[in-house]
C-alpha cells in the first residue's frame, strides 16, 4: 500500500463515518440548541422513549418489515429458481422484466402507481397495502441474491437427488434449499432492511392509521435539526451495528463462505 | 553481447514472517545463458524471479546486473524484462498496442518499425491489429515473448513460458525460444516445475528446494551426477538402492555393500565415511538383465514401443525399475529370476 | 434436456406466485398509471378522467380512448418549471454521478490495493452505512452544512472563513448528499472488478517502463471500464428520481423531478399530471437500465 492509496482509503472512510458520528454526538448533548455544546446527557433518550407517536411508528415499520420481508423472500426465491433452474419458459422475457424492473423503477413511480391502482380497485389504505408495496419492490432484491447463490450450486448435486429417485419437491426441499439457505437468509436480511428503511413508497400507500416510522421521522426533520431525532437516530445506527457484527461473527464461525 | 549483461545475486533472501520463501542464494549467470530454475511448486523459485524483476523487495541480499546494483530500483528502472505465465497481455489492446507498450520513449515512426520487426521474429507479421482474445495459446505465447524483448532487456525472465501450453505446441516452442534466444544472445532465466521443459531449454539448472539453491548445473551433468536423493528423483524415475559405503577404489569408484551383494558405483561429491549410510542411484534405462549384478525376479514388463519397461524385485521384496530397448532381455518373461547390474560411472553414491 | 410432465408442472407452480403477484401489483399500476398519465384532471374522486365505464361495452372503450390525450405531456415540455425540472434532475443526477466516479474510483482502487488479507474488512466498512436508515443518513447533513452547523464552525475557527457559508439548501448541499448517499454504489462495482484483475497486468506494464500513474491510466482504468459504468448506472438510475436528498438538503429553487412529482401529487392534487412525470422518469432511466443490464450480463459470461 502506498501512501497514496492509503490516503485515500481513509479520506473516503471518513467522508463516510463523520456524519454519522457526528449525530451520535450530538445526540448526548444537554442542550437543545444542536451546535452548542452543553455537556454529556441522555436526557433525549428519555424524551424519545416518552415520544408514543414516535413508538407507535416503530411497531407499524416492524410488522411491516416482518411480514413483507417473509413474502418477498417467499416470492424471490421462487423467481430466482425459475430464473436459475427450470431454464426456458414462454413468456421469460416478461418474467425477467417483473422481477428485476421493481429495483430499477424510481421510487416514486413504484408508490404512485400502487397507490392509483389501490384507489382505483377501491382498497383502503393501511398495514395491508404497505406490506403489498414494500414485499413487491423487495422480491426483485431477494432474487438477486438467491439468484447468485444458485449460479454458484453445482447443479449435479441436484440432478443426483433426482437419479436417486427424488422428485422436484423433494429435491427442492431436502437438497435445493438446504444449500441455498445463507442466501436465502441473507435475502431477507436485506428485504427487512429495504423495508425498514423506505419512505417514498410508504408515503403514497399508507393509510391514516399507519405511519410508519421513516415518515414520522421526515416530517420531524423537515422541521430542521432536533436533538430527539439524533437520539432515534444512534438507536437504529446501534441496532445495525450489533446486527452486522453478529453477522459477520455468524460468518466467520461458519467458515466465513457465502 | 558484452560481459556486462551478468547477473548476480548474492546472498539473496526473501522472508514472509518465520519463514525464508528464498534463502541466502548465490547466483552468477553468463552473458548470453539459457539458465533454468527448476523446483516443486512453493520451492521459492518464482519468488527469487520476481526479486530480479524488481516485484517484491529481498529481505537481504543483493541483485547485481552487470556492474550496478539494481536492489532497490522499481520494476520499470530495470533493464530487464518478464514473460509472465498467464502472458499477461493486455485484454483492451491490439497485439501490436501490447508489443509496443514498452517502447513510450521512442518516437512513434521508429516504435512502428520495431514492432513489425518483433512480430517478425515471432512469425506473427499482420496479426498487428488482433485482440489478444483472438489468438491461440501459441500465438500469445509469441506476443508476450515479442513484448517482453520490445525494450532489448539485458535479461529476459521466463516464468514457465510452457507451462499453459498444450503438449504438442511445447516441443515446437521451446526449439523457437532457443532459436530466439541464440539469435538475440540474450541471457534467459526460465522458472519451471517441469523437468522437461528445463532439460529442453536450458543450458544450465538450478535447482531450487524449500527456498536454497541446492544444485547448478548442465542438464546432463544434474541427471547423472546428483548430489542428492532430492535432485536425482526430480530430474526423472530413479532407483535409490541402500547400502553401507565401502573403502574408496582407485578408480575413483567405492563399492557399497547392500542386502543383496555388493555393488560399486561412482564416488559421492560430498566425502562420506567409510561404513556411512548410503544410497546408490541408478536410472531404470542404466539397469541391465544379465549375469551380472543383484539378484532379481522379473515381476512384471511392459511393452512401450521403443522400450521395454521391466518392474523387477530383489529378494526382500523392494521394487526396482529397469527400462531397456525391446530387444534387450528379451528372454526374461515375468516370474524368471536373472540379476541386474550397472556400469560404475551409470550410478551414484548419495548420502541416505 | 427431456423433461417430464410433472417436472414441466413443478416449474410451472415454482414461477406462478411470483408471476401472478408482480404482474398484479407491479405491471398493473404502471400499465394504470400510464393510463392516467393521459387522462385529464377533474375535481372529484378520483380526481381524473375519464373513467372507463366497465357496462359500456364496446362503446365505452371507444369513448374512453377518444378521452385520453397527451396534453400532461405537453403541459411537461412547454411549462418551464417541468423544463427546468427535467434539466434538473438531469443534471444533478449526472454531475454527481461523474463526481461519484471521480472519487469512487480512487476509493475502489485503494480498497484493492490494500493487503488482502484486510480487504473483507475494508468492503465491509464500505458497506455498513448503507445498511442505516437513508433518510438518517441525508438528515446527519443537516447539522453538518447549516449555518450555524459544524463545517460552518470548523472552517471559522480555522480562520478560512470571516462569515459563516449559505451551503445547505444549495445546489452544493444536494450535490454533497448525493455523492455520500451513492458513494457505496459506484466503489463495490468497480472494486469488484479491479479485484478481479489479474494483478500480473500491472506488473507487466510496470515491467514495461510504466511508472505507477501510466499504468494506472492505460491498464487498470481501461480494464475497470465495466466496473465504471455499472456503478454509474446504479447510481444515476435512482438519482434521477431522488426525492429525500433535494427535498430536505436542496432550496426551494432546487428542481428535480422526483420532487416536483411529490407536490404534483400531494400538495397540488393533480394526479394526470403526476403520473405524465412519473412516466417521464421512467423514460429517461430505461436507457441506464438497458446499458446496466447488458453491463452486467457481460459480466455474468465471463468463466
Known sequence: MTPVTRAALVLGLAFLYAPILVLVAYSFNASS???????????????????????????????????????????GTLAALALERHGRFRGRFLFTGLVYGPMVMPEVMIGLSLLLMFIGIGFDRGLATLVVAHATFCTGF?????????????????????????????????????????????GALLAFALSLDDLVIASFVSGPGSTTLPMRLYSRVRLGVNPEINAASTLLIALVGVAVLAASWLTARRGGTG | ?????????????????????????????????????????????????????????????????????????????????????????????????NVGYGLKGLGRGAAAARVA?????????????????????????????????????????????????????????????????????TSFVVVTHDPEEAMMLADRIGVM??????????????????????????????????????????????????????????????????????????????????????????????????????????????PLRASGPPGEGGAQPVGAETRAGFAPDAAVILPA | MNRDAPQRLFARLVRLPPFLWLAAFF??????????????????IPPYLPLLDWQGGLEGWSTFLEALNLDNYLTLARDPLYRDALFGSLAYAGGATALLAALGVPLAYALARAPARRQPFLVALIVVPFWTSFLIRVYAWIAILKQEGLLNLVLLKLGLIARPLAILNTDAAVMIGLVYAYLPFMVLPVYAVMNRLDPALREAAADLGAGPTRVFWSVTLPLALPGIVAGAGLCFIPMVGEFIIPDLLGGSETLMLGRVLWSEFFSNRDWPLASAVAVLILLIVLGPVVLLRDGLRGEGERP
Not at chain 1, 49 to 65: G, H, K, M, N, Q
Request: include cysteine; proline fraction near 7%; hydrophobic fraction near 50%.
Open chain 2, 1 to 97: 553481447m558484452a560481459a556486462e549483461t551478468r547477473l548476480r545475486l548474492e546472498a539473496l533472501t526473501k522472508r514472509f514472517g518465520a519463514h525464508a520463501a528464498v534463502d541466502a542464494v548465490d547466483l552468477a549467470l553468463e552473458p548470453g545463458e539459457f539458465f533454468c530454475l527448476l523446483g516443486p511448486s512453493g520451492c521459492g523459485k518464482s519468488t527469487l524471479l520476481r526479486m530480479i524483476a524488481g516485484f517484491e523487495a529481498p529481505t537481504s541480499g543483493r541483485v547485481v546486473l552487470g556492474e550496478a546494483d539494481i536492489t532497490g530500483l522499481p520494476p520499470h528502472r530495470r533493464p530487464v524484462n518478464m514473460m509472465f505465465q498467464s502472458y499477461a497481455l493486455f485484454p483492451h489492446m491490439s497485439v501490436a498496442a
Open chain 1, 33 to 75: 440548541l444542536v451546535t452548542v455544546w452543553g455537556g454529556f446527557s441522555t436526557r433525549w433518550y428519555g424524551v424519545l422513549f416518552a415520544d408514543e407517536p414516535l413508538i407507535a411508528a416503530t411497531w407499524v415499520s416492524f410488522r411491516v418489515a416482518v411480514l413483507s420481508s417473509l413474502i418477498a423472500t417467499v416470492l
Open chain 2, 117 to 185: 520487426e518483433l512480430l517478425r521474429l515471432v512469425r506473427l507479421d499482420g496479426f498487428d491489429a488482433r485482440r489478444p482474445d483472438t489468438l491461440s495459446g501459441g500465438q500469445r505465447q509469441r506476443v508476450a515473448l515479442a513484448r517482453a524483448l520490445a525494450r532489448e532487456p539485458r535479461l529476459l525472465l521466463l516464468d514457465e513460458p510452457l507451462g499453459a501450453l498444450d503438449r504438442g505446441l511445447r516441443e515446437e516452442t521451446q526449439g523457437e525460444l532457443r532459436a530466439v534466444q541464440r539469435r538475440l544472445g
Open chain 3, 27 to 44: 405491471l398493473l399500476p404502471v400499465v394504470i398509471t400510464l393510463k392516467i398519465s393521459l387522462s385529464e384532471p377533474a375535481t372529484a
Open chain 1, 142 to 186: 431477494v432474487a438477486v441474491v438467491v439468484a447468485a447463490r444458485l449460479r454458484g450450486l453445482d447443479p449435479t448435486l441436484e440432478e443426483a437427488a433426482a437419479d436417486l429417485g427424488a422428485g422436484p419437491l423433494r429435491v427442492l426441499l431436502t437438497v435445493t434449499l438446504p444449500l441455498l439457505a445463507p442466501a436465502v437468509v441473507a
Open chain 2, 209 to 318: 528446494d524449500r527456498g536454497r539453491l541446492v544444485q547448478v548445473g548442465a542438464p546432463a551433468d544434474l541427471y547423472r551426477r546428483p548430489a542428492s536423493r532430492f535432485v536425482a528423483g526430480l530430474l526423472g524415475d530413479v532407483n535409490l538402492i541402500p547400502g553401507r559405503l565401502g573403502p574408496a577404489e582407485a578408480d575413483g569408484t567405492r563399492v557399497v555393500a547392500t542386502a543383496h551383494g555388493p555393488v560399486r558405483a561412482a564416488g559421492p561429491a560430498d566425502p562420506l565415511a567409510e561404513g556411512a549410510e548410503v544410497v546408490v542411484a541408478v536410472r531404470p534405462e542404466s539397469l541391465a538383465l544379465g549375469a551380472e549384478g543383484l539378484p532379481v525376479t522379473v515381476a512384471d514388463a511392459t511393452f512401450l514401443g521403443d522400450r521395454v519397461r521391466r518392474l523387477l524385485r530383489l529378494p526382500d521384496g523392494t
